[in-house]
């Protein structure tokens, strides 16, 4: 069965420290995709990255780097220098890619970051 | 600009009654969803719909309704059969390539006494 676990609930760090989120998940299948969204407090839900399964090369945009190792079956998420502004919920998911139910995502239970100035 | 509007943001009923919440997008998308946020435990999928007038459960269907008689909408009604409604709900949509991303709108907080 499908299931993505965030082990982090909370994790608080002052401004301008570097910080991982963890992500590790479950998978039958060959073909699927990983995404990592970013909630604020104003409630929506925020895409910042999707990566398919056969695409293991590690991503960088600004401030934002994530490591996907499937030897490990982890999607880590990495803020250097956090900001105030990067305090949040952010989610990891899954989606497997087969038939019709392909767009159907399966969270973790997210990880709250607090960034203290 | 193109988006997702979720009505009301805030939603007090007493217990026994119905309510709807309201979920409207204007990106032309063809897949919506309607998950259900509660604390500690993420996202839940309660229904979603691929197409106009065809839409399917999730995982935690029991207690709710849905319509998508068009595509700019997909209402959700909670039912007086739900037995815990109170909770953060969450509308997205996506373009229903797969596994395109989802956008979400900015939840209804519903509050259920």
């Known amino acids: 069965a499908q299931k993505v676990t965030q082990a982090q609930t909370e994790i608080s760090v002052v401004e301008k420290e570097d910080v991982t989120l963890d992500c590790v998940y479950e998978t039958r299948d060959t073909t699927y995709y990983l995404f990592w969204y970013k909630q604020p407090p104003s409630g929506e839900l925020v895409f910042l990255i999707r990566r398919n399964s056969f695409d293991e090369q590690n991503e960088i945009s600004g401030r934002y780097s994530w490591n996907f190792q499937k030897s490990t079956s982890s999607f880590n998420f990495t803020i250097t220098a956090s900001q105030v502004v990067d305090s949040a919920v952010y989610f990891c998911?899954?989606?497997?890619?087969?038939?019709?139910?392909?767009?159907?995502?399966?969270f973790g239970t997210g990880t709250r970051l607090q960034v203290f100035p | 600009d193109g988006g997702i509007t979720q009505s009301p943001k805030y939603l007090f009923r007493k217990e026994g009654q119905n309510v709807t919440l309201s979920c409207e997008q204007n990106?032309?998308?063809?897949?919506m969803y309607w998950y259900r946020q509660d604390p500690g435990q993420g996202l839940r999928l309660i229904y979603y719909?691929?197409?106009?007038?065809?839409?399917q459960k999730g995982d935690i269907a029991e207690g709710y309704s849905v319509s998508r008689e068009k595509k700019e909408s997909f209402p959700l009604t909670v039912t007086s059969a739900q037995k815990n409604p109170t909770a953060f709900y969450l509308c997205a949509s996506s373009s229903g390539t797969h596994n395109s991303p989802l956008h979400f709108g900015n939840g209804t907080r519903l509050t259920v006494t």
């Open positions: 719909s691929q197409i106009v007038n065809d839409f």
């Open positions: 998911a899954l989606s497997e890619e087969q038939g019709w139910d392909t767009d159907k995502l399966i």
């Open positions: 990106l032309n998308h063809d897949a």
